[in-house]
């Protein structure tokens, strides 16, 4: 197997965070983190515009037994592409632990999604961030969906604020759920009142198949840590008038960072912020999550 060195500059997850403050709820579910390889077992995509630092299932696993959580959503990054393998591996040592995003290609066979299926994925993530992937004609993401949603699965989609309103009436249009990750990455320097952030807000107001991970305050924030102060309002905003579509996760492990890696322990001290009472909390770590991904 070839050998895979992550690209200079950019930094490796914290081997040693620390435990959060707050008593995190029985079943609580990290909703988005990720394994990488070991690239000398599950080796890269020769099409990904990023190598990162190898992350395999027991290390994340350990972080989240570390952090109190009892599950974890494992999404496939773009570093491997559409072979799942890694993402596979970790579901089927986790059990019912963990459920799976994957990356499928058009041409995808029924076989392979039942088999996919079968191991615990639940959705397909499409993403249109163009430094880390090269998006597909429209109509390819079309062929895909038509495929995944008779089996009940949803879509999870990746995009800048900027671009939101060339995606909009495509998104609109799935007929499946469809769950936005790291709040639609808004400029968090900008107020959240400001008509920046509003499009998000109509979004997930007008449709109410909508879903959204309030994550990815250690890549938004402009303040950074300890409190990323500037990412708390847009979150709790989003926590406070959509309460039964909201979801947590660490992003573990934090790849393409180049200023700062999260102690992810503060990560979960964050919710606290941005779910302030318990019945929030809840609902966005153990209710929402298990509703979505758990409910088959």
Known sequence: MPRFEPD???????????????????????????????????????????????????????????????????????????????????LAAAGERARGVATVSTGVGDAQLAELDSAGVRAVRFNFVRRLADPAPEQDYRRVVERIAPLGWHVVVYFEAADLAERYDFLTSLPTPVVVDHLGRPDVSKSVDGP?????????????????????????????????????????????????????????????LTTHMPDDGALVDLVARIAPDEAARRRLLVDNP?????SR
């Open 196 to 256: 920046e952030f509003a499009p998000f807000l109509r979004l997930m107001s007008e449709n109410e198949q909508f879903v959204c991970k309030v994550t990815g305050a250690e890549r938004l924030s402009r303040l950074g840590p300890p409190g990323y102060d500037d990412f708390v309002p847009f979150a709790r905003r989003v926590v406070d008038a959509f309460p039964d579509r909201v979801l947590w996760g660490t992003d573990w492990p934090h790849p393409n």
């Open 290 to 294: 298990m509703r979505i991904y758990w």
């Open 8 to 90: 200079p500059g950019w930094l490796c997850f914290d081997p040693d965070p620390s435990e959060p403050s707050w008593p995190v709820p029985a079943g609580a579910v990290d909703a988005h983190c990720h394994v990488f390889g070991p690239g000398e077992t599950f080796p890269y995509a020769p099409e990904r515009k990023y190598t990162p630092c190898d992350a395999p299932k027991e290390t994340l696993f350990a972080v989240r037994d570390r952090l109190g959580f009892a599950r974890n959503v494992i999404v496939q990054a773009t570093c491997h592409g559409a072979d799942n393998s890694a993402m596979l591996d970790a």
